[in-house]
């Protein structure tokens, strides 16, 4: 899964003229101090530090941080390798682990792997285009459509610009005032240090308030609602399906117009909706770096999560397959296979019989639509009483004593 994974992002990827990038696992904790944001949960409480000795007397060491996500990283390497200098558009992609210090639990790991991207470059390249916004989402719906992935939800929103957020945080403060106290602790505390996060908020009770709020879209300027449409207009000619959610923001400056989120339905066993990557556009990280100005769009998908998607979607399709197919082999051998489907579905199986007369190949195919498993009932097997079982799933054939066949046919 890890291997199909990877290699349906490496194919995806590079058909939209995406390279790949391997930056270090570890960093100087001052780089992500400065590019994730000293006031985030991430820097804040989750990152794994330690200070490194130095190499002699003289050398006083440095604090050094494992990366707890890739952006800050390749936005580190595109100003060290002079990749601005190109005037270029850099178009990367990375897979590699992550660590944050987290309570481990299903979906959530203190190291877990992210398959991610970044589309950068200096605003002459068109780094700042809404073409290249719905591009990178285009590429994401085609990356989980060809995955086989069900029931996605993209999820997008405009922050508009670093001027239009100061002005929606203060109307959010003002509308928030005559109702924070009747919210819940949590969103007293934000509705002080950082109302945007009033908008994270998950307790039902608050849910209605929330949805009263003034929306960022009413603040953004004309520049960002341009730019927002346009996004939209791509993604409708493309035919990929969003879901405007105006309470989906980010909370660092940096952050401009377009953000979204890519989640799917529970059944995966993480809750009603799992979130499987989220990224966003933005605007500053390369000078806050000390680099030049460098717009761009990222993501960053949760790969752990998307392999618990796939596994539970997976589950889930065999489960609507009945247990077995029963293909005789040659019409001698009909009454037979009804007679072993009896026994079957007396033992509790849901069975589909075949024709003795199809040939072997289309007894497969038949066999592979309704049914999780085949099994082939010939002169030998008859004989024999040993039945020869082929499993869909796992691509394996079996042989199975008849007296066993019903107890293997349920695994
Ligand atoms: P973020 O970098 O926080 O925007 O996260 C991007 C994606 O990485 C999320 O949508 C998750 O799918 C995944 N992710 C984040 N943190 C973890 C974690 N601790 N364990 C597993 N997956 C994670």
Request: charge should be negative; glycine fraction near 10%; aromatic fraction near 8%.
């Amino acid at each position: 899964m890890w291997n199909r994974v990877e290699a349906t992002a490496r194919g995806v990827f590079a058909r939209y003229g995406f390279g790949e990038i391997r930056t270090p696992i570890f960093e100087t904790t001052e780089l992500f101090a400065r590019g994730v944001g000293e006031e985030t949960d991430i820097v804040s409480k989750e990152m794994y530090t330690w200070e490194d000795r130095g190499r002699a007397e003289s050398d006083k060491g440095q604090s050094l941080t494992l990366r707890p996500e890739n952006t800050a990283g390749v936005v580190r390497a595109y100003i060290e390798h002079g990749l601005a200098d190109t005037g270029m558009l850099q178009k990367l992609f990375y897979i590699g682990p992550q660590f944050r210090r987290e309570r481990p639990q299903r979906g959530r790991y203190r190291q877990f792997w992210q398959i991610g991207a970044e589309v950068l470059g200096p605003a002459w390249s068109g780094s700042d285009s809404a073409l290249r916004d719905a591009e990178v989402l285009e590429m994401l719906a085609t990356f989980l459509d060809e995955l086989g992935v069900k029931g996605w939800r993209l999820a997008l929103n405009s922050v508009g610009s670093s001027e239009d957020r100061p002005r929606y945080v203060a109307a959010l403060r003002e509308a928030l005032a005559p109702v924070k106290g009747s919210m819940c602790e949590n969103c007293q505390r934000r509705a002080e240090t950082n109302p945007l996060r009033v908008l994270d908020c998950k307790e039902p009770q608050d849910q209605a308030r929330i949805d009263a709020l003034p929306k960022i879209a009413d603040y953004l300027d004309e520049a960002s609602q341009e730019h927002f449409a346009q996004v939209k207009a791509a993604l409708d000619a493309c035919g990929v399906s969003y879901v405007v959610e105006p309470r989906l923001v980010r909370g660092l400056d940096y952050y401009t117009r377009t953000t979204f989120e890519f989640t799917v339905p529970d059944g995966s066993g993480l809750g009603t909706q799992n979130a499987l990557l989220g990224g966003g556009r933005y605007d500053g990280l390369s000078e806050m770096l000390g680099g030049p100005k460098a717009p761009g769009i990222g993501f960053a998908i949760g790969e752990d999560r998307l392999i618990l998607t796939l596994q539970a979607q997976a589950k889930e399709a065999a489960e609507d397959k009945l247990d077995a197919f029963i293909a005789p082999m040659g019409v001698a051998r009909n009454a037979e296979a009804l007679k072993l489907a009896q026994e079957l579905r007396r033992a509790g199986l849901s069975v589909e019989v075949g024709e003795g007369a199809f040939r072997l190949k289309k007894s497969f195919e038949a066999a592979d639509k309704l049914a999780r498993r085949m099994v082939i009932l010939g002169e030998d097997e008859v004989a024999s009483g040993i039945l020869t079982v082929k499993d869909f799933a796992a691509g394996e054939q079996t042989k199975v004593p008849r007296s066993e066949l019903a107890e293997a046919l349920r695994r």
